[in-house]
């Protein structure tokens, strides 16, 4: 049975014009003949230069200035070191050396795509049959760099989307690293990132039972210093310096607009990208309400999954995940929990879906397969399209199929409440395909979401169009369920 979709007048393009001022370093030698022709300039030749700078940038940034102080004390070691004293150093000629040590980025210019939606907590000062959201994507700038970043809308009564109006300037988050770690948890996460023990234990063996972020760090970079150290032992103590600098809190500052909130690739391990968060408004047992997102960090070598969570989208915590479960992508975390444990959707294997409980939101174990390929659409590989919707008939998980020519489709399938490893119905035949005006884009071929939710007796469907730009579609529930339970 054919579901019947509306497809929503409405796109989410890439805009060149989002950019974020990101720290640049060119070498210690580069930047050691750098600084020393800014050190020789006059202060008036330093208050000009500078002052042009200002004129051009100011505008397009969050207090500038303060990112060029932030960014001239990253090379402080390296200015230190040239037997400069550095806070001699007049503000004006921090503020140009800073400057030096800073370029644009274009967050969206390349994709802004896998979007996912999600309940805002206001819901104050709506009319009847409007709901608040909060909508995330991946944007992708260049060298194929992935952020999370976020839109706010009202879905009125007939489920159009109406966007509030979007902020000036990008405001990054100020970096907060975890104080002091488990060593036992540590060593399990670095056996399970498959890095030999016999690279590893000169350092962990003479670390104590909790450690603090520093210690370690300090610990991997004096071993790297030697010259004599092989590449795959080098590549394992750097993986641990990865894995360290998952752990960190971030926040924003209060007087930003959401939209203008950014998650960045800050830790190594993800480097290359945060890529598909999947968005969940999580109610606790005690009834509060949480925010959590699963995304995959990448660093060009390694898959990290990893978990955020946050209380008010200004402040979030981020954590890499734990346990043979939590590997490769397409993690998913349910609602609530089901009889007494936290429960998650996963894909370890690549072409199944896996269920998972756990005690903790961090550490999942134990995967069990509860779907497998069944129709030619998806014979290559499925997964989900983000956390499955509670309803009353069942867990509505959107799924998304691979099949021919690596062409992506959006499905659907209902599990059974209590126990989502039993499969009420499944559809026959895709909610979504790409059409032909959607083929075309940076991966060709693919419709994919990370998330979506209920409203108004309606499944409102946000995905992207071949991982380049992104829309939303709206389905009713009553047909979907008939289609399902047929």
């Not at 907060?176 to 056996?191: C, E, I, P, T």
Request: glycine share 4%; charged share 25%; net charge negative.
């Amino acid at each position: 049975m054919r579901v019947s979709v509306e497809r929503k007048n409405i796109q989410f393009l890439p805009d060149s014009s989002r950019v974020v001022a990101r720290y640049f370093m060119n070498g210690d030698l580069r930047t050691r003949n750098l600084v020393n022709r800014i050190v020789k300039m006059t202060e008036i030749q330093v208050n000009q230069a500078l002052e042009q700078t200002l004129r051009e940038f100011a505008s397009r940034h969050r207090n500038i200035s303060r990112v060029f102080f932030k960014h001239c004390d990253n090379i402080r070691g390296v200015i230190e070191g040239m037997q400069i004293n550095f806070d001699h150093l007049s503000d004006e000629r921090k503020m140009l050396i800073g400057s030096y040590c800073t370029m644009e980025y274009s967050l969206e210019s390349a994709a802004f795509f896998n979007p996912s939606i999600i309940e805002d907590f206001d819901q104050s000062y709506l009319e009847k049959g409007e709901k608040r959201v909060i909508i995330s994507f991946r944007a992708t700038g260049e060298g194929h760099i992935s952020s999370i970043v976020f839109r706010r809308a009202i879905l009125d009564a007939n489920n159009n989307l109406h966007l509030s109006k979007m902020g000036d300037s990008i405001d990054m988050a100020e970096i907060l690293h975890k104080k002091l770690y488990d060593k036992k948890r540590f060593v399990k996460k670095l056996r399970e990132m498959h890095i030999p023990e016999k690279y590893t234990s000169s350092i962990m063996d003479d670390l104590p039972d909790r450690f603090e972020y520093y210690s370690l760090k300090n610990a991997v970079q004096t071993f790297l210093k030697n010259q004599e150290i092989s590449l795959d032992r080098r590549m394992a103590l750097e993986e641990i310096t990865w894995l360290v600098d998952s752990f960190y809190d971030i926040e924003f500052h209060k007087d930003s607009d959401i939209t203008e909130r950014v998650i960045f690739p800050i830790s190594e391990s993800e480097s290359r990208g945060i890529e598909d968060a999947r968005f969940v408004r999580f109610t606790e047992d005690d009834n509060t309400i949480k925010v959590y997102a699963t995304y995959t960090a990448y660093n060009g070598h390694t898959i990290i999954p990893k978990l955020l969570s946050t209380d008010d989208f200004y402040t979030f915590r981020i954590m890499p995940l734990h346990g043979k479960g939590a590997q490769d992508k397409n993690l998913a975390l349910f609602p609530k929990k089901i009889k007494g444990k936290y429960a998650m959707l996963s894909r370890i294997d690549g072409v199944n879906n896996y269920l998972m409980y756990s005690d903790r939101t961090t550490l999942w174990n134990n995967p069990v397969m509860i779907q497998e390929p069944r129709f030619p659409w998806e014979f290559t590989q499925i997964g989900n399209c983000g956390s499955p919707l509670w309803t009353e008939k069942g867990w509505l998980i959107i799924t998304h199929g691979v099949g021919p020519m690596r062409r992506y489709s959006i499905g659907a399938s209902l599990m059974d409440l209590d126990d989502p490893s039993k499969e009420i119905g499944r559809l026959e035949e895709p909610i979504l395909m790409p059409l032909e005006e959607e083929r075309n884009g940076y991966v060709p071929n693919v419709v994919y979401s990370c998330g979506s939710l209920i409203h108004n007796n309606s499944l409102i469907l946000p995905y992207a169009i071949s991982d380049y730009s992104s829309t939303y579609a709206v389905v009713g529930l009553d047909e979907l369920f008939t289609a399902l339970m047929n």
